[in-house]
């Protein structure tokens, strides 16, 4: 069973500093993908950043990247030059390329509250 | 995502009660699928449809039902709402045709409160 772990409730940062957030996965497949959204007051679900497990490159937006470790079946989100804008709760995901169910598996969420 | 809307935005409920959210998409997405969101416990899947006349469970199936009436469309109802339904209600599309079928976009949610 695919499980995706976010062992960080709550982070804080402040305004344009770096800030990491922390994901794990268990999957015995291969071939998947790897997802941050960000769910900001508003509500809406809003990808951040997409990672192909097949590439070693990290994926990188702006001021957005991940460092993903496959061996170690971690998957973590940097924040560089944080902004009022970027609270948010941050959500990782994780959804298997070979299944048919084509259904993404969510953690848990951390709330990120970026201070003046 | 204005592609993927989502109404009602916000509804209140008596238990008992049936009730539909709606969801349309103008992405031209093939996949559709419906998420509940509860505080402190992400987003879990409750019924996904690949193309109109493919419709499957999700992981928290009961007390929902769904219909695909076209591409751009997927309605889930709750049969006799309880209050333990109250929650955050998503819709996501993916497109698959075109081997983009890992990334779902999402609509702006609808929260529903059963009294």
């Known amino acids: 069973a695919q499980t995706v772990t976010q062992s960080q409730p709550e982070m804080s940062v402040q305004e344009a500093e770096t800030v990491t957030l922390s994901c794990t996965y268990d999957?015995?497949?291969?071939?998947?993908?790897l997802f941050w959204y960000k769910q900001p007051p508003s509500r809406q679900m809003i990808l951040v950043i997409r990672?192909?497990?097949?590439?070693?490159q990290n994926a990188t937006e702006n001021r957005f990247s991940v460092n993903f470790q496959k061996a170690a079946k971690s998957f973590s989100l940097k924040i560089s030059d944080s902004q009022l804008g970027d609270t948010a709760m941050y959500f990782c995901?994780?959804?298997?390329?070979?299944?048919?169910?084509?259904?993404?598996?969510f953690g848990r969420g951390t709330q990120l509250t970026v201070w003046p | 995502d204005a592609d993927v809307t989502q109404t009602p935005r916000n509804r209140i409920t008596k238990t008992g009660k049936r009730i539909m959210l709606e969801c349309s998409q103008t992405?031209?997405?093939?996949?559709m699928y419906w998420y509940r969101q509860d505080p402190g416990l992400g987003l879990r899947l409750i019924y996904y449809?690949?193309?109109?006349?493919?419709?499957n469970k999700g992981e928290i199936s009961d007390g929902y039902s769904v219909s695909r009436q076209a591409q751009a469309k997927f309605s889930l109802s709750l049969e006799s709402a309880i209050p333990n339904q109250t929650a955050l209600y998503f819709c996501?599309?993916?497109?698959?045709?075109?081997?983009?079928?890992?990334?779902?976009?999402f609509g702006p949610g609808t929260r529903l409160l059963v009294l």
């Open positions: 996501a599309t993916s497109d698959h045709r075109r081997g983009l079928q890992e990334t779902q976009y």
């Open positions: 990672q192909e497990a097949y590439k070693q």
């Open positions: 995901a994780f959804i298997d390329r070979g299944s048919t169910l084509g259904r993404l598996y």
């Open positions: 992405k031209g997405h093939d996949r």
């Open positions: 449809s690949f193309d109109v006349k493919d419709i």
């Open positions: 999957t015995s497949e291969n071939n998947y993908y």
